[in-house]
């Protein structure tokens, strides 16, 4: 509720509507909720886990758009708006995690968010959040330096770094593994020297 600006109400409201059509799915690590290249028909909320968008550019290099965590909709809006017409999904939908939702036809559920004005509000946010998400994305991979992405990175997503792979953190900052390692060294090492400075610090204050 806090990330889509909606309130208590709304959010109870939408989901009470939802659950009609609602069916519970289960993957595990490393299997795809949507492949590039099908068409995209399923809305997949998640009730625990995480789970990772993204694309193959022209030459064929993996690149990661965004992650959703528990209490979001894994969607990729263009690709299920372009299956309405029957065109493949530009991007894909894997799991980084073990993953237990809800999957929900969006056929059906387009059906019921015309008849509801406060699903209508609930999906226009939701929306704004995913463009404002790849706005600041798409600022951060081109003015940015690594160690700047990666700090974006976990203010993002706090916590989730210690539950998914390098891999993945490299392939959403734009870099690769092995560099993604040196920035965690680097980091790590700039972090026990600012303790041990803390340290002299204090027991230098106590001597005095």
Known sequence: MKRLGVTEEAYTNVTDQLAQIAQPFTVRKGEFLQRAGAVATQVH????GVARSG??????????????????????LTDLIAGENGQPAVQFLVAETTIHGFTLDWTQASALRAQSEVM??????????????????????????AQERLAAFREEYPGLEARIS??????????????????????EAELAGIEAGAESNAEAYARN
């Open 55 to 76: 694309f193959f550019n022209r030459d064929g290099v993996e690149v990661t758009l965004r992650f959703y965590r528990e209490g979001e909709s894994a969607t990729t």
């Open 166 to 187: 390098q891999r993945a953190i490299a392939s959403y900052l734009g870099i690769t593994p092995q560099y993604m390692s040196r920035l965690r060294r680097e980091a």
């Open 45 to 48: 909320w998640l009730a625990s």
């Open 120 to 145: 209508q509000h609930y999906h226009l946010q939701a929306a704004m959040h995913g463009m404002h998400n790849l706005a600041q994305r798409a600022y951060a991979t081109g003015e940015t330096s």
